[in-house]
């Protein structure tokens, strides 16, 4: 899973991205209960080999969320740092629905 602490883990990102990320990272606390804390894992580059310097611009966000934790793959774009992130909401297959399989419920009265 790649389980780094939120210092390594923002030494690893760009640092154009990295600003975005700090709060989250070092202020995580999620809720009332000072137990829960989100964590940055999976951290990887979209960028070529040959960029010079630490370039990860994609990582996996697990978030405490009733009594589950969520995962979220964001993917930022190291070289347009400006531009916002894809997300890919995981394992929740059911967070976006198909919408031609959504149920039908119009009233005939």
């Excluded at 790649?2 to 640092?15: F, Q, Y």
């Excluded at 979209?46 to 996996?60: E, H, N, Y």
Aim: hydrophobic content about 35%; proline content about 11%; some cysteine.
């Amino acid at each position: 899973m790649n389980n780094v602490s939120p210092e390594v883990a923002l030494h690893r990102i760009s640092p154009e991205l990295r600003p975005l990320l700090c709060s989250v990272v070092r202020n995580g606390r999620v809720g009332l209960d000072s137990t829960n804390f989100l964590r940055v894992t999976d951290l990887k580059t979209g960028c070529t080999s040959l960029t010079p310097g630490p370039c990860c611009d994609r990582f996996k966000l697990h978030i405490p969320y009733a009594g589950e934790t969520l995962k979220w793959d964001i993917i930022f774009n190291a070289q347009y740092p400006e531009l916002p992130p894809d997300f890919i909401f995981g394992e929740d297959a059911e967070f976006l629905p198909e919408p031609s399989e959504l149920p039908v419920s119009i009233s005939t009265h």
